[in-house]
């Protein structure tokens, strides 16, 4: 498959020197923002677990360092947050109001390094499926059939192989 690399967008550092501030408060909520080990993220653990589905999490050897990988079904799970990975991005970054220098090509790189490693994944041969942290809020039966769904084509697909 032939790769067409896009030039990398650089984030400028968030530093006073830069022309970015933040006060003393923001910092302070900022900074108890978790990257892992969210709600969402438990939650579809804990769901997995139940139905005897076992994983790993945060594998670091693997691009993306994944929230959930389940190595049996070569299926790799991310749970992204709206914000840091751009959920409808054209809308919400009009909205940013303070240091969109820094803020909008900080979105944007995210991004790109979400598309990144989907295709560094899909080309090791792993499945990537990726979900808003609202989908799993709000449509969590939803979220979890479309992997018990993709788990069940897998096992068939590699029974029908094994019979031949």
Not at 1 to 20: D, L, T, W
Not at 31 to 46: D, G, N, W
Not at 143 to 154: A, G, K, V, W
Request: net charge positive.
């Amino acid at each position: 498959m032939i790769s067409y690399k896009k030039n990398k967008i650089v984030v400028p550092r968030f530093e006073e020197a830069n022309g970015f501030y933040t006060t003393k408060e923001r910092s302070a909520l900022m900074s108890k923002i978790k990257a892992k080990e969210t709600k969402p993220e438990v939650q579809l653990r804990k769901a997995l677990w139940n139905v005897g589905i076992r994983y790993r999490k945060n594998v670091k050897s693997l691009p993306g360092k994944p929230d959930i990988v389940i190595s049996k079904f070569k299926l790799i799970l991310f749970i992204d947050g709206e914000f840091w990975h751009g959920y409808d991005w054209d809308k919400k970054k009009k909205s940013i109001k303070s240091n969109k220098g820094f803020w909008i090509p900080k979105i944007e790189r995210n991004m790109q390094r979400d598309a990144e490693n989907n295709q560094l994944l899909k080309e090791q041969g792993w499945t990537v499926m990726r979900f808003w942290a609202h989908q799993i809020n709000k449509e969590f039966g939803e979220c979890l059939n479309q992997i018990l769904s993709y788990i069940t084509e897998f096992e068939k697909f590699r029974t029908i192989g094994q019979q031949d």
